[in-house]
T-cell receptor, first 113, second 111 residues
Framework: ETGVTQTPRHLVMGMTNKKSLKCEQH?????MYWYKQSAKKPLELMFVYNFKEQTENNSVPSRFSPECPNSSHLFLHLHTLQPEDSALYLC????????????FGPGTRLTVL | GENVEQHPSTLSVQEGDSAVIKCTYS??????FPWYKQELGKRPQLIIDIRSNVGEKKDQRIAVTLNKTAKHFSLHITETQPEDSAVYFCAPTDSWGKLQFGAGTQVVVTP
């Protein structure tokens, strides 16, 4: 719909697994973001990349590791997660940094057993 | 950092009535004020935004008003319809591009 896609849409993993979430934007934007959305909590900004450079890391635990190989792709590598990390992970992109509209992907629903 | 408060947390309105959601922020450097709508099971989408040099903006049944002195901005929905039922988020953004989402307001429009 909005030019931002995420895979997989659903993911179930154990606490010892390693998995990766992928985000791709087809809008020609130069900034990409990872958000965590839990039940009854606001959207939590995790990471920001501007022109492939990480410009923000909001005190996210090291078990979450982002990677931005180019301005169109963003990954979130997951390892040794905890059950409390179960949430909807949303990717977004925007032009001109964050002082403009953010276009969200459909999200990955993550369940950690 | 930015302290964002959104009120009310839930809002139930009769179809055809108006709904108002208020967002207060603490960072005087904020200069971009968007509102996002997230329907159940869907992604957040921008519905209206305003920049600091404007006091009000309207788009059909939706409007946003900004009071920079008091550091708050509000979303106004008139003639509410069932499809307006969703969670609405504010996300004040500063001049460096730093933003924080409000906790969200669950709006329920009853026929």
């Amino acid at each position: 719909e909005t030019g931002v896609t995420q895979t997989p849409r659903h993911l179930v993993m154990g606490m010892t697994n390693k998995k990766s979430l992928k985000c791709e934007q087809h809008l020609g934007h130069n900034a990409m973001y990872w958000y965590k959305q839990s039940a009854k909590k606001p959207l939590e900004l995790m990471f920001v990349y501007n022109f492939k450079e990480q410009t923000e890391n909001n005190s996210v635990p090291s078990r979450f590791s982002p990677e931005c190989p180019n301005s169109s792709h963003l990954f979130l590598h997951l390892h040794t997660l905890q059950p409390e990390d179960s949430a909807l992970y949303l990717c977004a992109s925007s032009q001109e940094g964050t002082s403009s509209e953010q276009f969200f992907g459909p999200g990955t629903r993550l369940t950690v057993l | 950092g930015e302290n964002v408060e959104q009120h009310p947390s839930t809002l139930s309105v009769q179809e055809g009535d108006s709904a108002v959601i208020k967002c207060t922020y603490s960072d005087s450097a904020s200069n971009y004020f968007p509102w996002y709508k997230q329907e159940l099971g869907k992604r957040p989408q921008l519905i209206i935004d305003i920049r600091s040099n404007v006091g009000e903006k309207k788009d059909q049944r939706i409007a946003v008003t900004l009071n920079k002195t008091a550091k708050h901005f509000s979303l106004h929905i008139t003639e509410t319809q069932p499809e307006d039922s969703a969670v609405y988020f504010c996300a004040p953004t500063d001049s460096w591009g730093k933003l924080q989402f409000g906790a969200g307001t669950q709006v329920v429009v009853t026929p």
